[in-house]
């Protein structure tokens, strides 16, 4: 079973984690009714697209918050979001693409929607760019995750996990018992399925910003560099990468210009 992730996702279970592996499939087993891990194993072999896709869900399951580790987010407020609506302005923002962000596995959302009222709130104090020249592509590889993503429905614990109370108040509205994210955010994101491992299916425009973060910690080094090459080229020249805080690019690409702004690495994508 550890072929077929690796096969067709690129995923590579260290052996550190083969407890979290086991318990997983056992999730899978109970949920699906297979009697045991031969079974699953023969099933998956047989080709079953919707076992083999239920299979890739389990495995790279993430938890994730609302701004999460902190850095980055003040890092895009501070650092690159205002440099790159400079660098826009001056082509002509209101005739240029605008700013385009992509959140490469989003999981269930928290990470886009961090980054859609970063923007909201330095807008506040922006008064030559507006919302509608700003999108934000999301993207996943689980279609369940992303079902729930693009709802943008939370408990009260998730939001918890991160979100400062003043933007819970600002950006979110009482859904009985849960939370629902606010128009405002939402209009801004598009979710999309996708398959990092594997050749884009769909046309992508090409991005100022990629946060690609905690998602290639997950895959073999071969399929780091495929990933990483396929978000090279589409990102703008000058254009930024930030990874995980336990990710790095030595030797996966020689594209990208490492700087430091604190806590935050920012990749930014040099010119050939």
Known sequence: MKNILHDRCGIEIPAEKKY????RLSDLLAQENIPTFRELHSRLQAADG??????IEFMTTNETSFFRDGHP??????????????????????T???LRIWSAGCSSGQ???????TLMEWLENETTCSIDRISILAT??????LEKAEKGIYTE???????PHNMKEKYFRKNDTCWLVDDKLRNIIKFQILNLAKPFSCKLDNFDIILCRNVIIYFSAEFKRKIIDQISDLLNPGGVLILGASENLYNI???FEARHAGRTTIYYRVKK
């Open 20 to 23: 979290l592996f086991k318990t």
């Open 50 to 55: 919707r076992l083999t896709e239920l299979l």
């Open 73 to 94: 987010f003040k890092t895009l407020i501070s650092k690159i979001i205002p440099k790159m609506a400079e660098k826009t302005k001056k082509i002509n923002f209101h």
């Open 96 to 98: 240029s693409p605008g």
């Open 111 to 117: 990470e886009p929607y961090s980054v859609a009222m």
């Open 140 to 145: 996943d590889i689980s279609e369940k995750i």
């Open 157 to 163: 614990n998730e939001l918890q996990k991160g979100l």
């Open 253 to 255: 690409s020689s594209d």
